[in-house]
T-cell receptor, first 114, second 117 residues
Framework: DSGVTQTPKHLITATGQRVTLRCSPR?????VYWYQQSLDQGLQFLIQYYNGEERAKGNILERFSAQQFPDLHSELNLSSLELGDSALYFC?????????????FGSGTRLTVV | AQTVTQSQPEMSVQEAETVTLSCTYD???????LFWYKQPPSRQMILVIRQEAYKQQNATENRFSVNFQKAAKSFSLKISDSQLGDTAMYFC??????????????FGKGTKLSVIP
């Protein structure tokens, strides 16, 4: 167990729907990162939050949004889903602030859009 | 922008033998970290080894070691005494360090390693 918890582990939904992926960071970590792993694009950085605020944004679609709550858990919202959004979505956390030691991944959420 | 290239999509090695996975990267950053992650069939991303660019000494973690050539922008992973549990996808990753607290990993496409009994 890495200490980073992602729920659900699997999600199957239809095109056009909206889903929410949840991530609880490792205890003490302030930064949360979201990554998408797909067969054609590989692993891509989506967005980072640090202590509740957005810190960096990568290749995240406008249909996707995220937030980090006061208890530091994070949610990634995916809307108007398309077949191409099917992927493995990883959350990672790190202590933040200084050097990026302890960058730890969760086990991922497998999203299948049908 | 950074790019990470893993030129070997698939490799295989006999159990107990040694194998080297290649990785090259392109960056204009001066401060950065390099990582190798392992992704077994369970799909968990597991950190194998980390190298800080300012350190000349190559990192080692038990059977895993790297050959870091900063001038050549090369970061290869050597696995000694390969074990069946080493069968996995291996990803090379780059992380620039600016001190601003934004730590985005850029990954290569991965190398699928199979350890043969």
């Amino acid at each position: 167990d890495s200490g980073v918890t992602q729920t659900p582990k699997h999600l199957i939904t239809a095109t056009g729907q909206r889903v929410t992926l949840r991530c609880s960071p490792r205890s003490g970590d302030l930064s949360v990162y979201w990554y998408q792993q797909s067969l054609d694009q590989g692993l891509q950085f989506l967005i980072q939050y640090y202590n509740g605020e957005e810190r960096a944004k990568g290749n995240i679609l406008e249909r996707f949004s995220a937030q980090q709550f006061p208890d530091l858990h994070s949610e990634l919202n995916l809307s108007s889903l398309e077949l191409g959004d099917s992927a493995l979505y990883f959350c990672a956390s790190s202590p933040g602030g200084g050097r990026p030691y302890g960058y730890t991944f969760g086990s991922g959420t497998r999203l299948t859009v049908v | 922008a950074q790019t990470v290239t893993q030129s070997q999509p698939e490799m295989s090695v006999q159990e107990a033998e040694t194998v080297t996975l290649s990785c090259t990267y392109d960056t204009s950053e001066s401060n950065y970290y390099l990582f190798w992650y392992k992704q077994p069939p369970s799909r968990q991303m597991i950190l194998v080894i980390r190298q800080e660019a300012y350190k000349q000494q190559n990192a080692t973690e038990n059977r895993f070691s790297v050959n870091f050539q900063k001038a050549a922008k090369s970061f290869s992973l050597k696995i000694s005494d390969s074990q069946l549990g080493d069968t996995a996808m291996y990803f090379c990753a780059f992380l620039p360090y600016s001190g601003a607290g934004s730590y985005q990993l850029t990954f290569g496409k991965g190398t699928k390693l199979s350890v043969i009994p």
